[in-house]
Nanobody, 115 residues
Framework: VQLVESGGGLVQPGGSLRLICTAS????????MRWYRQVPGKERELVAG????????YYIDPVKGRFTISRDNANNMVYLQMNSLKPEDTAVYYC?????????WGQGTQVTCSS
C-alpha cells in the first residue's frame, strides 16, 4: 500500500501548482481522500477533503476560493490545484486516505511560495 505525492516546488506569490497523489496497492474509490500540510514546529493541519464518490468537498477557510481538490477513482489519483499561492501556504503537503479505522499517508511534497 502506497501513496505518493508529486507536483510540489518553488513558486512565486500569486502562482499556481498542482499536487498529485498516486495510490497503489489499494483502490481509493471507497476512501475519503484528504490533503494535509505541515510546517516545522506546528501540527499537521487538514487543508481539503473529498468524499469517496467525489460529490462533497471540504476546505479550510484560508484556502477557500484558491484551492480545488478532485479525484480520479478510475486511475487511483487525487489532485490539489492551488492557485493564487501565498507565502503562508509554504509547507510540506501530505495525501491521506481514510476509511473507518484505516489510515494511509504519503511521504509528503514540499511547497514553497516565495519571491
Amino acid at each position: 500500500v502506497q501513496l505518493v505525492e508529486s507536483g510540489g516546488g518553488l513558486v512565486q506569490p500569486g502562482g499556481s501548482l498542482r499536487l498529485i497523489c498516486t495510490a497503489s496497492g489499494f483502490t481509493i474509490s471507497s476512501y475519503m481522500m484528504r490533503w494535509y500540510r505541515q510546517v516545522p514546529g506546528k501540527e499537521r493541519e487538514l487543508v481539503a477533503g473529498i468524499a469517496s464518490a467525489g460529490g462533497t468537498t471540504y476546505y479550510i477557510d484560508p484556502v477557500k476560493g484558491r484551492f480545488t481538490i478532485s479525484r480520479d477513482n478510475a486511475n487511483n489519483m487525487v489532485y490539489l490545484q492551488m492557485n493564487s499561492l501565498k507565502p503562508e501556504d509554504t509547507a510540506v503537503y501530505y495525501c491521506n486516505a481514510r476509511r473507518f479505522s484505516t489510515d494511509f499517508w504519503g511521504q509528503g511534497t514540499q511547497v514553497t511560495c516565495s519571491s
